[in-house]
């Protein structure tokens, strides 16, 4: 089986979950529609086994997507796979978007959107909460939508110590975005400690 992925980059936490998805005996290439900034994360990806093709011309995508299995889009709504998206070449594919926004807020999940692929995975459960997903009804949501965590490497974690401390302690991880980090979030760590 042939995969193709379709990302805009793979810096940070989306390099670190292609990453972890290597070498798992499936044949991955990966098409990244901007040039690697977070070299780290690249070099991770292909040791992990993926083929990369970065910013390929029309004809070497139209190639590559004829001769894939499966297509799957790594929705981050950044603008270059939107563009990619709007002027997709006329080939028949099955489409797999691995969704990693919660569509909460902006950017938000329409439920036409998430109908044009095959099958959707969203990168947490609450995205099956949404008005727009439960809306599509029980068994469609079933048939068409799971969640697949877009986390990476997570056994690195299982390394660390606690420490014993007084209180507790509040955080982030992920992308200091306001596309990512919610609007209120200062105000949330302000709410906690007080």
Not at 19 to 31: H, K, N, P, R, T
Not at 37 to 55: E, M, P, Q, R, Y
Not at 119 to 138: D, H, I, K, N
Request: net charge neutral; proline share 5%; glycine share 10%.
């Amino acid at each position: 089986m042939r995969v193709l992925h379709i990302a805009a980059h793979v810096g940070g936490g989306i390099g670190a979950a292609y990453a972890g998805l290597g070498g798992c005996g499936i044949e991955q290439s990966i098409v990244l529609l901007e040039e690697p900034v977070d070299k780290a994360s690249l070099l991770g990806v292909i040791k992990s086994g993926f083929t990369v093709h970065v910013c390929p011309g029309r004809e070497e995508l139209v190639q590559l997507l004829e001769i894939s299995d499966i297509v799957l889009f790594s929705w981050t709504h950044h603008p270059a796979l939107t563009k990619l998206m709007i002027e997709f070449p006329n080939i028949p594919i099955r489409s797999i978007l691995w969704c990693h926004v919660s569509g909460n807020y902006f950017p938000t999940i329409r439920a036409g959107f998430l109908q044009l692929f095959d099958q959707c995975l969203f990168a947490t459960p609450y995205s099956l909460e949404l008005p727009e997903v439960r809306a599509l009804g029980r068994s469609y949501v079933q048939d068409h939508f799971s969640v697949v965590y877009g986390l990476g490497d997570l056994v690195r974690y299982t390394k660390l110590t606690p420490r014993k401390h007084e209180g507790f302690v509040l955080g982030y991880v992920g992308t200091l975005n306001q596309c990512k980090l919610h609007p209120s979030f200062i105000g949330f760590i302000a709410a906690a400690i007080k």
